[in-house]
C-alpha cells in the first residue's frame, strides 16, 4: 500500500497498535475520503471505534462495506467480534459459523477476531477449530491485533487446557508490552485475569486482581470507558484490604498530604486533585457536582497543556517502550479533549475535575501504590463524582 491511502492506513495501523485511537480514527478517515470504496481503511475505523468502546456505532459502516465486498473475510470476522461486544450472541455465532476456519486458508488477522468472537461466545467447537490455524502463526503478531499468543491462550482457556492457556497469555503480555502496546497489553491482562480467577489455585485471586488493576488503569487514562467500567465491575467483587474497623488517613499536612492505607503510611505533595479526593472521601457516597469541587475561574487550557508537557517529557525520558507509548497515548486523548471557547461552565468543570484526579492519583501512586489503586477503581467522575468503595471504609479528613 504505498499509495497515499495505503500510506495513511499504515500510520492508521501503527497508530492502533501504540493505543493513539482517535489518532488512529482520524487517519482511517482521511484515507477513506481518498479512497472511499477501500475495505482497509473502513476495517481500521471500525477498529479503531471499537477499541474505544463504540461498536454500535461503527456497525453501520462495516455492514456497508460487507455489503458491497463480501468476499473480504476479515470483515467478517470484524463483524462477528463486534456483535460479542454487543451482547448479540445469537447473530455472533452465525456470522462465526459463515468463516471458513480450516488452517490452510486462514489469514492471522481473520484467526485471531474469530478467537475473539468465539471466547466471547465461549464457543467450545469453533475454539477447538482455531487452534491449529492459531498455533501455526503464534507468537507473532497479527498486525494491530498484537501477538497471536494473546488469542491462542483465549482458545485454550475455552477448550479447559488452562496450563497452555496461561503459558500463551504469558508469552502475550510480555510480546505486547516489548511491541509498546498499551491496549493489547490491558487486553492482555484481562484475559489472564479472567483465567487465573476460573482456575483459582493457590494465589491466583491476588494475581488476577493485580492484572486488572493494571488494566483497568490503561482503560481509564485512554478514555476506554466500557471497558473501564467492566473491569472496575469485577474489582469491586474483588476482595479489597479495607477492614470495617480500619481507619484510613487523606488529610493535609501543612504544604502535602498526609496518607494512610492499609497498614502503610506516606506523604504527597499537594495539588488540586488531592483536595478535591479529600472531599469525596469525606462525602462518604454522597455525589459532589463538578462546579462545587472546582473553584471558579480555574483555566482549563492551562492545566490541560501543563499535564500534555508533562506527558510529553515522560514520553521523552522513559526508557521503557510501554510507558513512552501509554504517555504518548494518553496526550492523544487529551489533544482530542482540548477544550473549545463555547464550552459551558460544567463541561469544562467535568473535564478538569477529571483530569485533577487522574493526576492526583499519579502522583499517589508514586508513594503509596495500594491506596491509588483502590482510588482508581471506587471513584467515579462525570458531572457528578462521588467515591464508592467495595466494602466499609473510614476515613481521617479533616485536620487533627
Not at 488477522?109 to 467450545?124: F, T
Not at 477492614?243 to 504527597?268: K, S
Not at 461552565?345 to 493526576?359: E, K, N, P, S, T
Amino acid at each position: 500500500m504505498t499509495e497515499p491511502w495505503g500510506l495513511l492506513v499504515r500510520r492508521g495501523g501503527d497508530a492502533l497498535v501504540q493505543g493513539r485511537l482517535r489518532e488512529a480514527e482520524r487517519l482511517a478517515g482521511q484515507a477513506l475520503e481518498l479512497r472511499p470504496g477501500e475495505p482497509a481503511p473502513a476495517l481500521l475505523a471500525v477498529a479503531a471505534c471499537r477499541e474505544q468502546g463504540r461498536a454500535a456505532e461503527v456497525e453501520v459502516l462495516l455492514r456497508r462495506v460487507l455489503t458491497e465486498r463480501p468476499e473480504v473475510v476479515e470483515g467478517q470476522a470484524l463483524l462477528g467480534a463486534l456483535l460479542v461486544d454487543l451482547g448479540r450472541d445469537g447473530e455472533a455465532r452465525r456470522q462465526l459459523d459463515l468463516l471458513d476456519l480450516h488452517p490452510a486458508g486462514l489469514s492471522p488477522a481473520v484467526a485471531a477476531l474469530a478467537a475473539e468472537a468465539a471466547a466471547g461466545l465461549h464457543s467450545v467447537g469453533h475454539a477447538e477449530a482455531l487452534v491449529a490455524p492459531l498455533g501455526s502463526h503464534a507468537p507473532a503478531p497479527a498486525g494491530w491485533h498484537g501477538s497471536l499468543s494473546r488469542h491462542l491462550g483465549l482458545v485454550c482457556h475455552v477448550l479447559g487446557r488452562w496450563d497452555e492457556a496461561e503459558a500463551h497469555l504469558g508469552a502475550a503480555l510480555e510480546a505486547n508490552a516489548a511491541a509498546g502496546a498499551p491496549v493489547l497489553l490491558a487486553h492482555t491482562r484481562r484475559h489472564y485475569a479472567a483465567l487465573l480467577r476460573a482456575r483459582c489455585d493457590p494465589g491466583d485471586w491476588e494475581r488476577a486482581t493485580d492484572l486488572l488493576s493494571a488494566a483497568a488503569d490503561v482503560y481509564r487514562r485512554l478514555d476506554i470507558g466500557p471497558r473501564a467500567d467492566e473491569a472496575e465491575a469485577v474489582l469491586r467483587r474483588s476482595q479489597d484490604p479495607l477492614g470495617g474497623a480500619a481507619v484510613n488517613v487523606f488529610r493535609r499536612a501543612g504544604a502535602g498530604w498526609a496518607l494512610a492505607f492499609d497498614g502503610q503510611v506516606a506523604e504527597v505533595a499537594g495539588g488540586p486533585g488531592l483536595g478535591h479526593i479529600a472531599e469525596l472521601l469525606a462525602g462518604a457516597g454522597r455525589p459532589a457536582h463538578v462546579v462545587d469541587l472546582v473553584e471558579a475561574g480555574a483555566d482549563l487550557d492551562i492545566e490541560y497543556r501543563r499535564r500534555l508537557a508533562e506527558l510529553a517529557g515522560r514520553a521523552a525520558a522513559a526508557a521503557d517502550p510501554l510507558v513512552a507509548a501509554v504517555a504518548r497515548a494518553e496526550a492523544d486523548v487529551l489533544c482530542a479533549e482540548l477544550p473549545a471557547g463555547h464550552d459551558d461552565a460544567g463541561d469544562r468543570a467535568r473535564r478538569l475535575a477529571a483530569l485533577r484526579i487522574r493526576v492526583a492519583i499519579d502522583d499517589v501512586e508514586v508513594v503509596l501504590p495500594s491506596l491509588a489503586h483502590h482510588l482508581r477503581r471506587s471513584i467515579r467522575t462525570g458531572t457528578f463524582c462521588h467515591y464508592e468503595p467495595d466494602g466499609p471504609a473510614r476515613w481521617e479528613t479533616g485536620p487533627r
